[in-house]
T-cell receptor
Framework: TQLLEQSPQFLSIQEGENLTVYCNSS?????LQWYRQEPGEGPVLLVT?????EVKKLKRLTFQFGDARKDSSLHITAAQPGDTGLYLC????????????FGEGTQLTVNP | EAGVAQSPRYKIIEKRQSVAFWCNPI?????LYWYQQILGQGPKLLIQ????????DSQLPKDRFSAERLKGVDSTLKIQPAKLEDSAVYLC????????????????FGEGSWLTVV
């Protein structure tokens, strides 16, 4: 079983602060995705990273895939209350077929 | 474009009772997924269909859970008999195809069906 560990599990910050969420594994992933899930809704895809070392930016969000394709990070600049939600990383392992494996998630709260 | 539809949104049952959840995927999506998300955890794949065939059900507790997608469109997930540990959100999702390397093959999730077993 290929596991994804996210840290921190909970994060509460003030509006305007920066933050980084981490997603780590001992296994290699062929691609990794980040989702955001708001209360009462299903996860929504934010980004997919495929190449080791890849960096993608989505407005104030920066996503990075580790060189060895075992880890990823999500950095948010100048967080806003609208960024509040559960951030999930998920990956397609090299041996898990077409199954998408999710991490446990990071619950982010941005206080105004 | 209509999203993934699920019903019911909320269900409370007693242990050992049965429950069924329904899902209608996005039109034209060949692949349908059922995930279980326990509070405080990430979603876990229960079963994946490609049209009306099962691609992966290795994590489905087959002694109590069953799912079908008879006509390759909508799907039903059943739990019988339910246990306390089945309390979770059951998320249905769909994608154009199950080919993970296909760019743009995004998985779209429904809002989920919340199950509480008492």
């Amino acid at each position: 079983t290929q596991l994804l560990e996210q840290s921190p599990q909970f994060l509460s910050i003030q509006e305007g602060e920066n933050l980084t969420v981490y997603c780590n594994s001992s296994s290699v992933f062929s691609s990794l995705q980040w989702y955001r899930q708001e209360p009462g809704e299903g996860p929504v895809l934010l980004v997919t990273v495929v190449t080791g070392g890849e960096v993608k930016k989505l407005k104030r969000l920066t996503f990075q895939f580790g060189d060895a394709r075992k880890d990823s990070s999500l950095h948010i600049t100048a967080a806003q209350p609208g960024d509040t939600g559960l951030y999930l990383c998920a990956g397609y392992g090299e041996t898990s077929g077409s199954r998408l494996t999710f991490g446990e998630g990071t619950q982010l709260t941005v206080n105004p | 474009e209509a999203g993934v539809a699920q019903s019911p949104r909320y269900k409370i049952i007693e242990k050992r009772q049965s429950v069924a959840f329904w899902c209608n995927p996005i039109s034209g999506h060949a692949t349908l997924y059922w995930y279980q998300q326990i509070l405080g955890q990430g979603p876990k794949l229960l079963i994946q269909f490609q049209n009306n065939g099962v691609v992966d059900d290795s994590q489905l507790p087959k002694d109590r859970f069953s799912a079908e997608r008879l006509k390759g469109v909508d799907s039903t997930l059943k739990i019988q008999p339910a246990k306390l540990e089945d309390s979770a959100v059951y998320l249905c999702a769909s994608s154009l195809t199950g080919r993970r390397f296909l760019l743009g093959n995004t998985i779209y999730f429904g809002e989920g069906s919340w199950l509480t077993v008492v």
